[in-house]
């Protein structure tokens, strides 16, 4: 998702929902930079920054976010735990939002 669209979209796809605004949190992951020859598109950390941007907007604060660097990273939510697993090469994060 782009942060510059992907947000409104976002949120007007909840609403009608029944979801609490004070129930959300916001956790964003990726954003990994392009090599292209000698130089590099910070594509990755310059839409994380966006995202913060259009976040705070709607007047939310990112919970957690890890992006930039040549590296790949998935991330996976188990909704039923909320348990948020960030996998990167030699780097396997796993934590539960409090």
Same mark, same amino acid.
């Given at each position: 998702? +782009?942060?510059?669209? /992907? ?12 979801? #609490? *605004?004070? =129930? #959300?949190r916001i956790y964003l992951a990726g954003? *990994?930079s392009v090599s292209t020859g000698p130089t590099t598109y910070k ?5 994380? !920054?966006?995202?913060?941007? &259009? #976040? =705070?907007? &709607?007047? +939310? ?8 660097? /040549?590296?790949? *990273?998935?991330?996976?939510? !188990?909704? @039923?735990? @909320?348990?948020? !697993? +960030? !996998? @990167?090469?030699?780097?396997?994060? @796993?934590?539960?939002? =409090?």
């Open positions: 998702m +782009f942060a510059d669209t /992907g947000i409104s979209r976002c949120f007007n796809a909840l609403n009608g929902r029944r979801i #609490l *605004r004070s =129930n #959300l954003g *990994r594509i990755g950390p310059r839409n994380l !920054k966006a995202a913060c941007y &259009f #976040l =705070n907007i &709607f007047g +939310f604060q990112v919970t957690v976010g890890d992006g930039g660097g /040549g590296v790949n *990273r998935t991330l996976h939510l !188990k909704l @039923e735990t @909320e348990m948020i !697993k +960030f !996998k @990167e090469p030699g780097r396997p994060r @796993e934590f539960t939002p =409090n």
